[in-house]
């Protein structure tokens, strides 16, 4: 008798405590929700997404709103909304046991700003991939303007280059090369302020200081853009501090192995 009354005991024991477990998360769940614990990582001075206009795109896709409890918030739903926002690399959303939740993201760091031949404006990031421009956000980056065909896609550098198709009818892959290569140079960052790609498919750079331009010619590996700056750094070293600044309108490394100036008249 004695042993029914132990496990008679266990059970009502068992269910009290699944009793009380219920009811505390049915109570859990019926709380409004605090906000989240939002950490955003960027590279470099240029942020593009802020806490706010990150929690007012939230609540205008409806992922979050005023009085909404514990229970109605989705973690996937809005990880992967925010996954598709082009400012942002990586983002990982999750929660703790009870109220609290954390995003935190990364965001891409661009290095040029593209102006293309239909109006459209758009940025590049450090691993190729397109970002929309902000009416709320500038970055200080390399310009890129003239004859661009490319339009804004979700298709990245790295794809274009192994897609023999695209990289024949566009530009993108060139302007990345030479970006990537002026944002890392500590010379060529502080010396070329725009680019500018004429119809012949000539990319001409124009520096930040003095008045002439250089014809970089085509970019189509990196090697070749190693070279040609190798040769451009020379000369601005070398040459520069002797002939003066004002001494040469064009300055050319179109050409392998060659620098040609063209006086100023």
């Known amino acids: 008798m004695k042993k029914w009354l132990k496990i008679l005991l266990w059970i009502f024991l068992g269910a009290g405590v699944i009793t009380v477990f219920v009811f505390s998360n049915q109570q859990e769940n019926n709380k409004k929700i605090i906000n989240p ?8 001075e240029n942020t593009f997404l802020t806490e706010k206009e990150l929690w007012d795109r939230l609540r205008f896709l409806r992922l979050v709103f005023d009085g909404q409890q514990n229970n109605a ?10 996954a598709q926002m082009t400012e942002v690399k990586n983002v990982k959303a999750y929660r703790q046991i009870g109220m609290k939740w954390f995003l935190k993201i990364e965001l891409r760091k661009p290095i040029a700003r593209i102006f293309n031949s239909y109006g459209q404006s758009f940025y590049i990031d450090d691993d190729g991939f397109m970002m929309n421009r902000s009416d709320l956000h500038t970055a200080r980056v390399l310009i890129f303007s ?22 024949s009818i566009r530009k993108i892959d060139e302007i990345y090369r030479i970006s990537s290569y002026v944002c890392k140079d500590t010379l060529m960052s502080k010396l070329i302020g725009q680019v500018y790609l004429v119809k012949n498919g000539d990319f001409i750079l124009i520096p930040l200081l003095g008045d002439q331009k250089i014809i970089f010619g085509s970019a189509y590996s990196e090697q070749e853009i190693k070279e040609k700056f190798d040769r451009l750094k020379v000369f601005y070293e070398e040459a520069m501090p002797y002939e003066g600044w004002d ?15 063209r006086k100023r008249r």
């Open 73 to 82: 918030i989705n973690i996937h739903k809005i990880e992967k909304a925010i």
């Open 146 to 167: 003239g004859f661009i065909k490319d339009k804004f896609s979700h298709k990245s550098v790295p794809e274009i280059i192994n897609n023999d198709s695209l990289k």
């Open 37 to 44: 614990e939002i950490s955003i990582h960027v590279e470099g």
């Open 247 to 261: 001494k040469y309108d064009e300055i050319s490394v179109k050409y392998e192995g060659q620098i040609v100036c």
